[in-house]
């Protein structure tokens, strides 16, 4: 996986300067697209011990969300690395606006097909139960969730193949099993931080 990461981290290198200097309404979601891929290749290099790493990460990402400040994936990430480099509130808050970006969106209402929503609902639950300690939001979130699990019945198969989902707190494609576990996580209410990125996506 590193040599992957390697060749992935050099090509968005040699992009940015290029992505910087386009016109930012007309390209703004794919630098912040790409300022998130660098971000999380960070992390899954460095782990979260490294303070150096966490503080490139966010750079990265925060430039990103200067141009494009409602995309909720990467408002998401952001909100997990803020909960580690600042205090809890401020992270409490940055889950609150990556929550907000997403009601904004209308993805809730318009994203159907089954891998785009179950994360979608993973992003959206994981989010409320960071910030919020109301019954009935906590509760909302728990029908994102049983939601979730339900989608998951629908995941398209090619064989005896079944198609991954992208999940939040391990920022890769995982099969059903792990989904169903970090769904599971969510629910309980255990942090989705950085900490967890590298012990889940490394390998």
């Known amino acids: ?9 050099e090509l968005l290198t040699n992009c940015m300067p290029d992505l910087r200097a386009r016109p930012v309404l007309s390209y703004a979601r794919l630098f912040s697209r790409a300022a998130m891929m660098l971000s999380t290749i960070a992390l899954f290099r460095f ?3 490294d303070s150096t790493a966490l503080q490139a990460a966010n750079k990265l990402i925060k430039e990103g969300l200067g141009r494009d400040p409602l ?6 990430t952001r909100a997990q690395i803020v909960g580690i480099l600042e205090d809890h509130d401020r992270g409490k808050e940055s889950f609150r606006n990556a929550y907000e970006n997403i009601q904004q969106s209308g993805e809730l209402v318009t994203v159907r097909e089954a891998r785009s929503r179950v994360l979608l609902l993973m992003l959206t639950a994981s989010c409320m139960k960071q910030f919020s300690n109301k019954p009935a939001e906590l509760l909302r979130a728990d029908k994102h969730l049983e939601e979730a699990n339900s989608c998951l019945l ?3 198969r090619r064989g005896d193949i079944q198609a991954t989902v992208f999940s939040p707190p391990s920022k890769k494609n995982e099969p059903l099993d792990l989904i169903k576990d970090h769904i599971e996580q969510i629910a309980e209410g255990t942090p989705l931080a950085i900490k967890r990125v590298k012990a889940i996506g490394a390998g």
């Open 47 to 49: 782990g979260p011990k």
């Open 71 to 76: 995309w909720h994936y990467a408002t998401y």
């Open 154 to 156: 629908n995941l398209p």
């Open 1 to 9: 996986m590193n040599g992957e990461l390697d060749v992935a981290e």
